[in-house]
């Protein structure tokens, strides 16, 4: 985070020490002000704990209708083949009205690699109905957004 904050500073820096318009850099800062929405953050312990975005109290607290979903990561391949006695958990948290996740966290080992596609999807604002079609390497650990999909889309029907 620090690395990304530092890249936006030198373009604001940039832009104002050779006289060109602050705009395009206004617009990184704005961006990195956005990019706080998805911040990720691991704790490296064991397990690990793994997330990106506002947790479910946060988005209440922001006045968003939230759904949560949640997933066993034991019960997957990816994880059953790095470990025998895996235990882990997943968890969204879905902004119904903009169909999106707002949240997510990973707890588990190896959950860090997870952070960033949830970072990702959070940031880009990206639509639950395009995420289903964004294919999880298999087996791994990753599988567990089909799942947590999966897990909202019969939710949501029921």
């Known amino acids: ?9 030198g373009e604001v820096i940039a832009a104002r020490a050779t006289g060109r318009s602050v705009a395009g850099a206004q617009s990184a ?15 490296f312990t064991d397990p690990e ?5 506002m947790t ?6 922001a006045g968003l209708d939230v759904a949560t979903v949640e997933n066993d990561m034991a019960a997957l ?4 083949v790095m470990r025998d006695d ?4 997943a968890k969204l948290v879905i902004d119904r009205g903009s169909d999106t996740v707002v949240g997510a966290t990973f707890v588990g080992s ?3 690699d997870l952070v960033h596609s949830a970072t990702t999807a959070i940031v880009a604002r990206v639509p639950l109905s395009v995420l289903w079609h964004v ?7 990753s599988e567990v957004w089909l799942r947590l999909l999966e897990t909202y889309r019969t939710q949501s029907y029921a």
Not at 2 to 8: L, P, S
Not at 33 to 40: E, F, K, S, T
Not at 86 to 89: E, N, Q, V
């Open 86 to 89: 895996y235990l882990g958990r």
């Open 135 to 141: 294919v999880p390497s298999y087996p791994t650990a």
């Open 110 to 112: 190896g959950v860090a």
């Open 56 to 61: 479910e109290r946060r988005a209440r607290e």
């Open 49 to 53: 704990v793994a997330s990106a975005g």
């Open 1 to 9: 985070m620090g690395k990304y904050q530092a890249r936006v500073a």
């Open 77 to 80: 391949a990816g994880t059953y």
């Open 29 to 43: 800062v704005r961006g990195a002000a956005d990019g706080h929405r998805g911040n990720p953050q691991v704790t």
